[in-house]
Nanobody
């Protein structure tokens, strides 16, 4: 069974930074893209960022453009989300995910992903 393990969440003041990481383990799988989603209490899960695995092309939701950077370590099969200039509106549980097949060039829908992490909490005060 493929598992995605996320880390790096925590409590930070507005304007601060965090870096999330996600590493798959436990099985064999195909990999088209990896992405990050977030979900705040009472809200829908929303797309944050995605990166294609082979080429490293990236796409972001408008609200994080210029502040967040998604990257990958190809050899380690690890994806990162560098989050800068954090705001209280960024508070959410953050989930990484794997899309095993190409359903679109940039996979931005939850149903385009096949494996999900357990979530890591990001809380931004003020």
């Amino acid at each position: 069974q493929v598992q995605l393990v996320e880390s790096g969440g925590g409590l930070v003041q507005a304007g601060g930074s965090l870096r999330l990481s996600c590493t798959p383990s436990g099985g064999t799988f195909s990999l088209y893209s990896m992405g990050w989603f977030r979900q705040a209490p009472g809200k829908e899960r929303e797309f944050v960022a995605t990166i294609t695995w082979s080429g490293g092309a990236t796409w972001y939701t408008d609200s994080v453009k210029g502040r967040f950077t998604i990257s990958r370590d190809y050899a380690k099969i690890t994806v990162y989300l560098q989050m800068n200039d954090l705001a209280p509106e960024d508070t959410a549980a953050y989930y990484c995910a794997v899309a095993s097949r190409r359903r679109s060039f940039f996979t931005v829908r939850p149903d385009e992903y096949d494996y999900w992490g357990q979530g890591t909490q990001v809380t931004v005060s003020s």
